[in-house]
């Protein structure tokens, strides 16, 4: 499995599909932290948000990069399980590598500041262990995400396309909506609200969005398991 996963990072960073995701996530990160000094945790909390659509793009280019015929094949060599497997963990470690540039883009910026003196908001150390949180739960979701919308479940581009766009659309306007089922979607923006408030989110809010991010992906990659079974 681990074999099939470095085979699957070298062909997706060697045949250049990594590209555009990276341009993109570096036109992102310049626009949102280019415009002035904010706190720590509100910066990288709307950054999340940012990078959750991307993170979910970038997981489809490498679920898609290899051809169906050798998929099949690697499913035969080392069973469904461990093939699938493989796929979600060399996206996995492309997101958290997408993280890391995240959080290191606003430094040649100064772009992040600590509280004002006497202020009951998040400290500078506070709100980059706050800032690591929103992104490891971003890049969860959006692998989750992306995974769903991989050739291998969808068959075709458009409704793979269809899927990333509805997820990502959703996650947004039903994470501002109090009223319209916001546990459908990630806790995206619930998680950046949270982070951009005056005081520091309490440890049982946190322990919330985790457990929210963690049920919404593995009912999300259930669905991904089930279909990927009966289309494959």
Do not use: N
Not at 94 to 112: D, H, K, S, T, Y
Not at 141 to 146: E, S
Not at 193 to 199: I, K, Q, W, Y
């Amino acid at each position: 499995m681990i074999a099939l996963t470095r085979m699957r990072l070298a062909g997706f960073l060697r045949g250049g599909r990594a590209t555009a995701p990276l341009i993109t996530v570096l036109a992102v990160l310049s626009i949102l932290h280019g415009g002035g000094p904010a706190p720590a945790a509100a910066a990288y909390g709307y950054s999340a948000v940012w990078l959750f659509p991307i993170l979910a793009w970038l997981t489809k280019l490498v679920l898609d990069t290899e051809p169906d015929a050798q998929r099949r094949l690697a499913r035969l060599a080392v069973g469904p399980v461990r093939e699938a497997t493989a796929g979600l963990l060399a996206a996995t470690v492309l997101a958290i590598g997408v993280c890391v540039l995240a959080m290191l883009a606003p430094l040649p910026f100064q772009a992040i500041t600590g509280p004002e003196p006497g202020s009951p908001a998040p400290s500078l150390p506070q709100g980059v262990l706050l800032g690591i949180l929103a992104h490891l739960l971003a890049a969860a979701a959006g692998v989750a995400l992306g995974a769903l919308a991989g050739r291998a479940v969808t068959r075709r581009v458009l409704p793979g396309v269809a899927v990333l766009a509805t997820g990502s659309i959703l996650a947004v306007v039903l994470g501002l909506s109090d009223s319209i089922a916001p546990w459908l979607v990630p806790p995206m923006m619930a998680t950046a609200r949270a982070l951009s408030g005056r005081t520091a989110p309490a440890a049982v809010d946190l322990a919330v969005l985790v457990a929210w991010t963690a049920l919404w992906c593995t009912v999300v990659l259930a669905l991904y398991a089930r279909l990927r079974r009966d289309r494959s």
